[in-house]
């Protein structure tokens, strides 16, 4: 009889030390892809707070321009993160700030540019409106005086304020509801891609200090956080302000285009469309 093998041919060796390295590998890059994610969403995130800042500067300087950045020191209440973009404020025209943060990492850059071909509002230059493609400083508007520059500039694919949002998202809502005969899902991600959306771009993802939602029959508009309020005429002529602390959001019926706030299909929590007001503090 023969003896049993003991241990592994070479040929084994090889072959096991192939697939040990494509494993690695994999990992490698959806785990560098992750962290790219990660750092594009900080530098946002940055430019967000800086952006803010610059809003808070010109209300208590008589609408002037900041300088730079360091006129912005104490209304920032966190510095960004070093080493992810070395941010600069720029003023063109006296009608336009615009924000730039110099990227310095490939894949960060590549995150900016997917973003970008989805809608997001960032651009190669402030002196034309290339989108970003990843091959330079990000440049976003940090707030506006007077009117845009000559070109298509869209916070996202619906368009740049509250109403052109909603507007176009209901629109795509009840083109759905027309094919399908249904409304879109209440608590589906399927919501989002049913009506032709980046679930990523949207899903509790802040456009201008609100987050927008398809749900079922309605559109859902919430606060993001405490420095946006949604203020609401009702039908008997009383006025609500809704903030994130309290939890309130506002719904739209995307088939009578009627607004509710805080519990949709209450004839009591009912509001005119026209009547919102979004404030930024």
Not at 16 to 32: N, P
Not at 79 to 106: C, F, H, K, M
Not at 228 to 252: F, M, P, Q, Y
Not at 265 to 276: G, I, R
Request: glycine share 10%; proline share 4%; hydrophobic share 35%.
């Amino acid at each position: 009889m023969k003896g049993r093998r003991k241990g592994f041919t070479l040929v084994e060796i090889l072959i096991t030390i192939v697939i040990t390295g494509i494993l690695a590998g994999i990992l490698l890059l959806s785990s560098g892809n992750s962290i790219d994610k990660a750092s594009a969403a900080r530098i946002t995130e940055d430019m967000n707070t800086i952006r803010t800042a610059v809003q808070m500067y010109m209300a208590d300087h008589g609408n002037r321009w900041p300088g730079n950045l360091e006129e912005l020191r104490s209304y920032l209440d966190r510095d960004p993160v070093p080493g992810l973009g070395g941010y600069t404020i720029e003023n063109q025209d006296n009608q336009i700030l615009w924000l730039s943060a110099d990227l310095n990492d490939r894949g960060v850059m590549s995150s900016f540019a997917f973003r970008a071909e989805q809608g997001s509002g960032f651009f190669q230059g402030n002196d034309h409106c290339i989108p970003y493609q990843g091959n330079g400083p990000v440049t976003i508007i940090a707030a506006r005086k007077g009117k845009l520059p000559p070109c298509d500039i869209s916070l996202t694919p619906l368009g740049n304020d509250f109403f052109e949002i909603v507007e176009a998202m209901s629109s795509r809502m009840m083109d759905y509801y027309s094919e399908e005969g249904s409304h879109v899902s209440t608590w589906q991600d399927s919501r989002f891609t049913d009506i032709g959306l980046d679930m990523d771009f949207w899903k509790d993802q802040a456009v201008d200090g609100l987050i927008y939602e398809p749900h079922g029959q309605y559109v859902k508009v919430e606060p993001a956080d405490e420095n946006t309020l949604i203020r609401v005429t009702t039908a008997g002529g009383e006025t609500k302000d809704l903030t994130s602390d309290l939890n309130w959001n506002i719904w739209i019926d995307v088939e009578t285009g009627t607004g509710y706030y805080h519990n949709y299909d209450d004839p009591d929590e009912q509001f005119e469309l026209d009547t919102v007001k979004v404030i930024r503090k």
